[in-house]
């Protein structure tokens, strides 16, 4: 191993001790630094963003056995047999947290000496090195893995970005902004890029104002698509900032008829492509209102993922559907070309130490604010 100096032997992280509600997380300053394989690096954690998958995976959400919204609390059911978002179980305690930014402090054996000093960002899913295609295989960090809600975080060579691609002159970005990228960023540009989204689309987002949803209209946008933007109508001003052509409030009385008009309204459109993240009682309308020949994309499904499916729907008006969940490097590699051509802009909501950690993730689950919610680590 190679390292800039001197490492601690323990560090200060936040420890998920089981599944259930925010009593399960605990501060601790004496974890073990991570060891370091030969293949892997090591972050000094600067920053690190929060994502619905972090309360999903801590309260159990992902288990078979809940069809409910996410909540905060824990479920009742006994969900650790497949609590996680394979289907499998956690090993506790864990680290989460999948989105660090920091800077490469030691390498192992064989990874390369040029990222040490570098600031970098983490694809959060591991591959088997063998056979990366195999999606059956891969981990997620801060799932599977230890993640980036600590001050060091071990990950594979393959796994890290260098964001500022001239050391002399680093990107005029924040850690903090910089780590509002990673899982929400790339999720959106797999859903996007599995539906073939281009400037011919009329593309409707749901939960528009969150990590997912600000990242899907700036990358629809990016694309050339027209996009309408489902989200409270206090927000509706944020989503236009973005480039959203057309803001529907979710709270309509008829949110599917409302959308179907907006996208009438675009120069006598329809709906090509819905992508969403909110599922429940909306999602069987919503998809009636997407053309013939249509594209559903999905990653997520805070509002309940349990849903009315009219399989007429999808077969006479030759719906292709899209899960999106594991992509493949290169959706990655896409994004952190947009970041360093400054093609995107983040957007956080809010900076909040790891100490206050409870807090943030309480206003982060009341879903009041716009983008991505950081946790600064010292």
Same mark, same amino acid.
């Given at each position: 191993?190679?390292?800039?100096?001197? #490492?601690?032997?323990?560090?200060?992280?936040?420890?998920?001790?089981?599944?259930?509600?925010?009593?399960?997380?605990?501060?601790?300053? *004496?974890?073990?630094?991570?060891?370091?394989?030969?293949?892997?690096?090591?972050?000094?954690?600067?920053?690190?963003?929060?994502?619905?998958?972090?309360?999903?995976?801590?309260?159990?959400?992902?288990?078979?056995?809940?069809?409910?919204?996410?909540?905060?609390? &824990?479920?009742?059911?006994?969900?650790?047999?497949?609590?996680?978002?394979?289907?499998?179980?956690?090993?506790?305690?864990?680290?989460?947290?999948?989105?660090?930014?920091?800077?490469?402090?030691?390498?192992?054996?064989?990874?390369?000496?040029?990222?040490?000093?570098?600031?970098?960002?983490?694809? &959060?899913?591991?591959? *088997?090195?063998?056979?990366?295609?195999?999606?059956?295989?891969?981990?997620?960090?801060?799932?599977?893995?230890?993640?980036?809600?600590?001050?060091? %975080?071990?990950?594979?060579?393959?796994?890290?970005?260098?964001?500022?691609?001239?050391?002399?002159?680093?990107?005029?970005?924040? *850690?903090?902004?910089?780590?509002?990228?990673?899982?929400?960023?790339?999720?959106?540009?797999?859903?996007?890029?599995?539906?073939?989204?281009?400037?011919?689309?009329?593309?409707?987002?749901?939960?528009?104002?969150?990590?997912?949803?600000?990242? #899907?209209?700036?990358?629809?946008?990016?694309?050339?698509?027209?996009?309408?933007?489902?989200?409270?109508?206090?927000?509706?001003?944020?989503?236009?900032?973005? &480039?959203?052509?057309?803001?529907?409030?979710?709270?309509?009385?008829?949110?599917?008829?409302?959308?179907?008009?907006?996208?009438?309204?675009?120069? &006598?459109?329809?709906?090509?492509?819905?992508?969403?993240?909110?599922?429940?009682?909306?999602?069987?309308?919503?998809?009636?209102?997407?053309?013939?020949?249509?594209?559903?994309?999905?990653?997520?499904?805070?509002?309940?993922?349990?849903?009315?499916?009219?399989?007429?729907?999808?077969?006479?008006?030759?719906?292709?559907?899209?899960? %999106?969940?594991?992509?493949?490097?290169?959706?990655?590699?896409?994004?952190?070309?947009y970041i360093q051509r400054g093609e995107v802009r983040p957007v956080v909501a809010a900076v909040l130490p790891l100490a206050d950690f409870h807090e943030a993730q309480q206003v982060f689950t009341e879903k009041s604010h716009v983008g991505a919610m950081v946790v600064e680590i010292p």
């Amino acid at each position: 191993m190679r390292t800039l100096g001197e #490492l601690p032997e323990v560090m200060t992280a936040l420890h998920l001790l089981g599944n259930g509600g925010p009593e399960m997380l605990v501060l601790r300053d *004496d974890v073990p630094v991570p060891v370091l394989a030969e293949d892997e690096v090591l972050i000094r954690v600067r920053a690190c963003a929060m994502n619905n998958t972090d309360v999903n995976t801590r309260v159990g959400w992902y288990s078979k056995m809940v069809t409910g919204a996410t909540m905060t609390s &824990g479920f009742d059911a006994e969900v650790g047999g497949d609590a996680a978002w394979g289907g499998s179980g956690l090993t506790f305690p864990r680290i989460q947290g999948a989105d660090p930014c920091g800077e490469v402090v030691a390498v192992g054996a064989r990874a390369d000496t040029e990222l040490l000093g570098r600031r970098v960002l983490a694809d &959060g899913w591991i591959r *088997d090195p063998a056979n990366p295609s195999d999606r059956s295989k891969a981990q997620y960090l801060g799932s599977e893995r230890d993640g980036g809600y600590a001050q060091y %975080c071990a990950i594979p060579e393959r796994n890290v970005y260098a964001v500022d691609p001239n050391r002399d002159e680093p990107l005029k970005l924040t *850690d903090a902004e910089l780590a509002s990228f990673p899982c929400s960023w790339s999720t959106a540009e797999h859903m996007l890029t599995r539906s073939a989204v281009t400037a011919a689309d009329i593309v409707v987002v749901t939960g528009a104002s969150g990590g997912v949803g600000t990242a #899907l209209v700036q990358l629809a946008k990016l694309r050339g698509a027209r996009v309408i933007a489902v989200t409270s109508a206090t927000k509706m001003g944020a989503l236009d900032a973005m &480039g959203a052509d057309v803001c529907v409030d979710r709270a309509s009385v008829d949110l599917a008829q409302t959308v179907a008009a907006a996208a009438e309204g675009l120069d &006598g459109g329809e709906v090509d492509v819905l992508a969403d993240v909110v599922g429940g009682p909306d999602f069987a309308p919503l998809l009636e209102v997407v053309r013939r020949g249509g594209r559903y994309t999905t990653a997520g499904a805070i509002a309940g993922p349990v849903v009315e499916l009219d399989l007429r729907t999808v077969y006479l008006n030759d719906l292709d559907l899209f899960g %999106c969940t594991v992509y493949e490097p290169s959706v990655f590699e896409a994004l952190v070309g947009y970041i360093q051509r400054g093609e995107v802009r983040p957007v956080v909501a809010a900076v909040l130490p790891l100490a206050d950690f409870h807090e943030a993730q309480q206003v982060f689950t009341e879903k009041s604010h716009v983008g991505a919610m950081v946790v600064e680590i010292p």
